[in-house]
Nanobody
């Protein structure tokens, strides 16, 4: 059973920074891509950023230049570095991984990020 465990969420003031972590229960080489989605209250879940095994990454237009996704293969962990946070970034952030062998999507339980003064 694949497990993805997010951490690092919390309350931050506008303009602040946070780093989210997603720890996988097995080697992240088995997943391609891995990424972060978010869902704000009353809105649909949306892709924030994803990263492929070769290092290529994609970002939502709303976070380009502010967020950076990275991966630590040795630690089986994917990170989302968020800076210049805005109130619009408030949401539950979910880690996602697509397994290479069965092409199934796996999800973490989510971590709340609240940007407020």
């Amino acid at each position: 059973q694949v497990q993805l465990v997010e951490s690092g969420g919390g309350l931050v003031q506008p303009g602040g920074s946070l780093r989210l972590s997603c720890a996988a229960s097995e080697s992240i080489f088995r997943f391609n891509p891995m990424g972060w989605y978010r869902q704000a209250a009353g809105k649909q879940r949306e892709l924030v950023a994803n990263i492929f095994s070769g290092g290529a990454s994609n970002y939502a237009d709303s976070v380009k230049g502010r967020f950076t996704i990275s991966r630590d293969n040795a630690e089986n962990t994917v990170y989302l570095h968020m800076s210049s946070l805005k109130s619009d970034d408030t949401a539950v952030y979910y880690c996602n991984a697509q397994k290479i062998t069965d092409r199934l999507d796996y999800w973490g339980r989510g971590t709340q990020v609240t940007v407020s003064s």
